[in-house]
């Protein structure tokens, strides 16, 4: 019922609270592969029924999961460089509730904001660090030509992104700074802070 894969990852639920409906404690945790899935555990579970749920997450290896602290979603990033939040009430349908496509190479690391529940930050291998809010939406009612200077194909949510690192390997935020990012690297560690967040 394992993985079948040599490669996995593994994010505890949130912080034992309820959500809406869905309850989510300590015992139940996430994990993923590069089979290309992603699992739901129950530690409480006999081995044979302990995976409570699985989805096939991604068209190639799943690298990355975070289990946002406040809402029940996890976020994924794939080979293919594409993120996708994961909406745990809906998972079963094994379609996610978001997609998004900016990095142009694998995605390295991912995590939600520790208090902001629509923040969270990617890094790949294409030597980026990018935050997101998912709060953030096209405004329909934009003057014509006003957003010039932006190319379509970036998603309104992406926020900010850092480069001047090479071979990003891992992200954090900072616990009690707000949008305070550490990110590290081949090259050395960086710590930021964005005006966004």
Avoid at 68 to 83: K, Y
Avoid at 107 to 127: K, R, Y
Wanted: charge should be negative.
């Amino acid at each position: 019922y394992a993985h079948r894969a040599q490669r996995v990852k593994y994010a505890w639920s949130g912080n034992n609270q309820k959500m809406a409906s869905y309850l989510l404690l300590a015992r139940v945790f996430a994990s993923c592969s590069c089979d290309q899935t992603i699992r739901i555990w129950d530690c409480r579970a006999k081995p044979s029924k302990a995976c409570m749920i699985t989805t096939h997450a991604h068209d190639s290896d799943v690298n990355v999961i975070s289990w946002n602290r406040r809402d029940p979603f996890i976020l994924s990033g794939g080979d293919e460089g594409m993120l996708k939040i994961w909406d745990l009430r809906q998972f079963k349908k094994g379609e996610a509730a978001a997609i998004f496509k900016h990095h142009s190479a694998p995605i390295t690391s991912v995590e939600w904001h520790p208090t902001d529940s629509t923040v969270f930050a990617s890094a790949g291998a294409d030597n980026q660090v990018v935050q997101w809010d998912l709060a953030v939406e096209k405004d329909e009612d934009s003057v014509p030509g006003s957003d010039a200077d932006i190319p379509g194909d970036i998603p309104p949510q992406l926020l900010f992104i850092h480069q001047g690192q090479t071979e990003i390997k891992e992200l954090h935020w900072h616990p009690q700074l707000p949008g305070v990012l550490i990110s590290t690297a081949l090259s050395g560690f960086n710590i930021f802070k964005t005006v966004s967040v």
